[in-house]
């Protein structure tokens, strides 16, 4: 242990279990930790450092605006908070007046200021799904379905039915014309990457329009090119009144939105909602040079190439049962419950995965990740296996 991993345990509350390591530098898809040791980042701080580690664009745009201007109150606007509104409402495809955007620091708050605007139907009732995680504040917490996560704190807000994910007939069984929205993630990623059958956005549309409830798609995770298109649900030609997202819209610089698409944006009215530090310039300043680069980089193509190759190699081992997700967003379903194990070997071998679950490994790195650095993770993956399945049955 080092001293800073002591120092954390005697300073910090300790809800995330003790720190893996102590890190003190990043470039790329790469980090070091306190001790020199270099790793392969295949988590990317969970689906956030789109550009990876010290993007010089990232870094250019946030110290000129902070440069310039770092913050002002809602009571004003900035340039940069108007573009990014902007070009949100141009990447989902309704251009801007085809709805309208509400900033936030975070994929909760995202969330948060989505479910009060569901309020505004004058309906409460919300359809959500089991496996889905939506965040850690009360409001979206009650919309999460895990239950250790729920348990210690109801009670929460309530009027919200679960139904299995995936399943239209249940989704069809559970909304009703008191419906206020039915929310769900176009790919399940704290589940462990949870995809759906094909046609179920589709029909959570159908179902969410014959009883005039929203359509709210948590995009948090999945948004912003992670999967190989702007939004996971675009390719699916589904339009949501709703969609949150957060995670990698800053690259790593705290900032979430929540977008209301047509009439959806105009729920929320004055005084109803509101944030001291979201929409600041610096933020919107951070997300509008991850978009720029992410276009000017082709990232969309990269992802969805890389994230195949990543996907066929993996679960080539016969270790591997499924292989889920799409773009730079994978999960790989072991045959034993090892993943603790394997991350553990991972790390020791230099690469920096995720388990979610027992039993599953989840990889979220940077968009700007190098074939090289995918190439070097396949070749590792068999050792690593060996390593996780050798540890269990020691
Ligand atoms: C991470 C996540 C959230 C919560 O975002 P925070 O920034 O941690 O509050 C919400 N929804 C989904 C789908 C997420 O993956």
């Known amino acids: 242990m080092t001293s800073y991993q002591e120092r954390y345990t005697a300073s910090l ?9 102590v890190l003190v530098r990043g470039e790329g898809a790469h ?8 790793y392969v980042d295949l988590l990317g701080g969970i689906a956030v450092n789109a550009l990876g580690h010290a993007h010089p664009a990232l870094v250019e745009a946030v110290t000129t605006q902070l440069q310039t201007l770092g913050h002002v109150s809602n009571f004003f606007t900035s340039t940069p908070q108007v573009e990014l509104a902007e070009k949100l409402l141009e990447l989902l495809g309704v251009g801007a007046g085809g709805g309208k955007v509400f900033l936030t620091n975070s994929g909760t708050e995202a969330n948060e200021a989505a479910f009060k605007l569901t309020r505004r139907t004058g309906r409460t009732h919300v359809v959500v799904a089991e496996g889905s995680f939506h965040g850690r504040t009360m409001g979206a917490l009650a919309l999460t379905s895990k239950a250790a996560y729920r348990t210690p704190f109801e009670p929460l807000p309530g009027d919200v039915t679960f139904v299995p994910y995936g399943d239209a007939d249940a989704l069809a069984a559970a909304v009703s014309d008191e419906t206020a929205a039915v929310l769900l993630e176009p790919i399940q990623g704290e589940a462990g990457v949870v995809v759906p059958p094909d046609g179920y956005l589709a029909a959570a549309r159908a179902i969410a329009d014959q009883h005039g409830a929203l359509l709210w798609f948590d995009e948090v995770q999945t948004g912003m090119g992670r999967t190989g298109g ?17 995670k990698g819209l800053g690259g790593g610089f705290p900032i979430g939105a929540c977008i209301g698409v047509g009439d959806a944006g105009t729920l929320l009215e004055p005084g109803n909602h509101g944030t001291t530090f979201g929409g600041n310039p610096v933020a919107c300043a951070a997300a509008l040079a991850v978009i720029g680069t ?10 969805t190439v890389l994230g195949q190759k990543l996907r066929d190699g993996l679960g080539a081992d016969p270790r591997v049962t499924e292989v ?11 045959s034993a419950d090892v993943s603790a194990g394997a991350v553990s070997a991972a790390q020791e071998a230099g690469f ?10 989840r990889l979220a790195p940077p968009l700007v990740l190098t074939t090289d650095d995918a190439g070097a993770f396949l070749a590792a993956w068999p050792a690593i296996l060996d390593e996780a399945f050798a540890e269990a049955e020691a």
């Open 230 to 246: 702007w939004f996971a649900h675009l390719r699916t030609g589904v339009r949501p009144d709703v969609v949150t997202v957060a």
């Open 31 to 38: 980090v070091w930790d306190a001790d020199g040791r270099e």
């Open 352 to 361: 920096i995965v995720n388990a979610p679950t027992p039993g599953r490994i």
């Open 294 to 303: 992410i276009e000017s980089e082709g990232l969309l193509e990269h992802v």
């Open 324 to 334: 889920r997700g799409e773009g730079l967003l994978i999960g790989l379903d072991l």
């Open 13 to 21: 509350m300790n809800t995330f279990g003790p720190p893996r390591l």
